[in-house]
């Protein structure tokens, strides 16, 4: 008995040891300690031990059980323990990996350019107001002092929609709707989009951008428009940018002028804007007083500041969405 204990002792020790996964714990567990197992089946065998031998033998069996017992949970917990140190080096965090771009969003050029603009205009006191894109002829056109047989309907190529409304050509017609609701002193910046019936090509697009500009209160004067308009010029190109008025028309301003500006890198004057004092027709169109009150007002293009402060020499690459475009501002 004592050599078949020494045997199975063996036998399990090795069989233990060289399990290498839990299934293979419980096969050899089966295998020693299962119903049919090699131990249990040693306690059948004590019914053929003589009488005088039996309790040392039933206390051997059950030494050996109670060994085979624990060196299978051991092993069962070593391999439970390198299983989750396996587990744990494969989802384990390299803190010292550089982190995952999360792809931050720029702002667009020309949101840019209206933005910076737009606090320039908050600094001298003006505010903003809006208008619709979707605009009449008569705020459009006529109350602007361009009337249906005027020459200058024809200065901007427009869209016509059905039941005599247009895409506004320009953002001037918000002066309109501003005046008609406020009694002077009125100091406003329109942004907004417009559209205009073009071809399309590197310098003209069927939409772009405007921010309009004007002031009426009792004594406005054109000297003031021209300070303004230089220290706009002056805080968005730059301190040293050279700037000239000259002589211009529209309808809805007298005098007119147009303004150019030198561009660093680009051969002669660039026309940027268009302004002057508000034409007494239009005043009157909005229920003014010209005797009363006198204004100026401007209009200048997004696209075409952008493209000259940055270098940009195609209009549709603004529109393009192209992110290796965008990414560069
Ligand atoms: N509305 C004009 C255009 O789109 C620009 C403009 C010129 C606006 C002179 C003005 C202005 O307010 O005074 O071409």
Known sequence: MQDKINQIQQTAEHAVDACTALEE????????????????????????????????????????????????????????????????????????????????????????????????FHSLGFSIAHGPEIETEYYNFDALNIPSYHPARDMQDTFFLENGMVLRTHTSPVQIRVMENKKPPVRIIAPGRVYRNEAINYKSY???????????????????????????????????????????????????????????????????????????????SVGYDPQQVQGYAF???????????????????LYDNDLRFLAQF
């Open 25 to 120: 714990i419980e096969q050899q567990r089966v295998r020693f300690l299962g119903k049919k197992g090699e131990v249990t089946l040693l306690f059948q065998h004590l019914k053929n031990v003589p009488v005088e031998e039996k309790p040392q033998a039933g206390v051997l069996i059950n030494t050996l059980k109670d060994h085979i017992h624990n060196i299978l949970q051991l092993k069962k917990e070593r391999l439970e323990t390198a299983q989750l140190e396996k587990q744990l080096l494969s989802e384990s965090i390299d803190v010292t990996l550089p982190g995952q771009n999360s792809g931050f969003g720029k702002i667009h050029p020309l949101n840019r350019t209206l933005h910076e603009l737009v606090d320039i």
């Open 206 to 284: 069927c939409l772009f951008h405007q921010i309009e500009g004007f002031y009426v209160d009792s004594a406005v004067s054109f000297a003031e428009l021209k300070g303004v308009l230089a220290f706009v010029i002056r805080e968005f190109f730059g301190k040293e940018t050279q700037f000239r008025i000259r002589p211009s028309y529209f309808p809805f301003t007298e005098p007119s002028l147009e303004c150019d500006i030198m561009v660093k890198g680009k051969s002669g004057w660039m026309e940027i804007l268009g302004a002057g004092m508000i034409h007494p027709q239009v005043l009157k």
């Open 299 to 317: 209009g200048m293009g997004i696209e075409r500041i952008t493209m000259l402060r940055y270098g940009i020499d195609d209009i549709r690459l």
